[in-house]
T-cell receptor, first 116, second 114 residues
């Protein structure tokens, strides 16, 4: 079974600085998707960024980018120019891209604190 | 377009009671999911459905039941509530399988079993 590990329970960064959140995963599959979700205090799960495993190019969404290392099974999230609104729990998630509709496998999350 | 809605937002149950958590989506999505989130943990899949009349177990299905009679609705039933079911429950939906599409999440239901 696949597993997702986030080794940083909490990270703190100064406003306007850059921070990187780590994620590693374990799977025997070669075709899958990886995601970063943001969960603010409101509890709403918000998709931040998605990466297809077959794409070598790292995904970017405005201030958010990933470093996807398939061989190392590593998927880190970089947040540039951190803003107070970025403060939240961040979850890394995996999903097999084969047939069926099995859901996401999540890590335990990283609590991101933004220092003003 | 409300997306994914869940009711109730909060609920306190006594041990042994039963209840149904409601989930509705208005995006005409075939795929729907129920997750639970325990304190300090990520979400874990309880059940999922690929369309009306078709459901299947996820990682943690014990103590729950689901049904899918329409495309829009995917209720989660707790028959005999136990303290271990104290959690936040999220419903989600997607238009495509296999990660091709974003999973849209509802706002969650916080359930406490005493």
């Amino acid at each position: 079974a696949q597993t997702v590990t986030q080794s940083q329970p909490e990270m703190s960064v100064q406003e306007a600085e850059t921070v990187t959140l780590s994620c590693t995963y374990d799977t025997s599959e070669s075709d899958y998707y990886l995601f970063w979700y943001k969960q603010p205090p409101s509890r709403q799960m918000i998709l931040v960024i998605r990466q297809e495993a077959y794409k070598q190019q790292n995904a970017t969404e405005n201030r958010f980018s990933v470093n996807f290392q398939k061989a190392a099974k590593s998927f880190s999230l970089k947040i540039s120019d951190s803003q107070l609104g970025d403060a939240a729990m961040y979850f890394c998630a995996y999903r097999f891209s084969g047939g069926g509709a099995d859901g996401l496998t999540f890590g335990k999350g990283t609590h991101l604190i933004i220092q003003p | 377009n409300a997306g994914v809605t869940q009711t109730p937002k909060f609920r306190i149950l006594k041990i042994g009671q039963s209840m149904t958590l409601q989930c509705t989506q208005d995006m005409n999505h075939n795929y729907m999911y129920w997750y639970r989130q325990d304190p300090g943990m990520g979400l874990k899949l309880i059940y999922y459905s690929v369309g009306a009349g078709i459901t299947d177990k996820g990682e943690v299905p014990n103590g729950y039941n689901v049904s899918r009679s329409t495309t829009e609705d995917f209720p989660l039933r707790l028959e005999l509530a136990a303290p271990s079911q104290t959690s936040v429950y999220f419903c989600a939906s997607s238009g495509l399988a296999g990660g091709q599409d974003t999973q849209y999440f509802g706002p969650g239901t916080r359930l406490t079993v005493l």
